[in-house]
């Protein structure tokens, strides 16, 4: 489906550029944060990946529907996990995960 492609475009290259305008439309706007806005300025040229962005969205709610997560981990180069990360998830079948 689409919403498996674009997913499958999102864990490659292009995943840059959509994390670059989403991170610049999120966070952007606050103080000390406008280089994040210069990047996808660079990065993007003026392409702001709407629609694909939105399927990948919907993508990511529907497979949280198959399997839920209550909390995630994004930027943690050189810090530490919490225990619960490390712990096995009977009910769920896993056990901590990360972005490649």
């Known amino acids: 489906t689409i919403d498996m492609i674009a997913?499958?475009?999102?864990?490659?290259?292009?995943?840059i550029k959509f994390n670059k305008m989403i991170r610049a439309?999120?966070?952007g706007h606050r103080e000390g944060q406008a280089w994040r806005k210069d990047e996808e300025r660079k990065i993007c040229l003026g392409n702001k990946y709407?629609?694909?962005?939105?399927?990948?969205?919907?993508?990511?709610a529907k497979l949280g529907k198959i399997n839920p997560?209550?909390?995630?981990?994004?930027?943690m180069n050189g810090s530490l996990l919490p225990e619960r990360f490390w712990k096995s998830r009977p009910d769920l079948n896993?056990?901590?995960g990360v972005e490649g």
Do not use: C, E, F, W
């Open 69 to 75: 997560n209550d909390k995630g981990y994004y930027g």
């Open 7 to 15: 997913l499958r475009i999102y864990s490659g290259p292009m995943g």
């Open 25 to 27: 439309h999120t966070a």
């Open 50 to 60: 709407s629609t694909t962005i939105h399927v990948i969205q919907s993508a990511i």
């Open 94 to 96: 896993t056990k901590g």
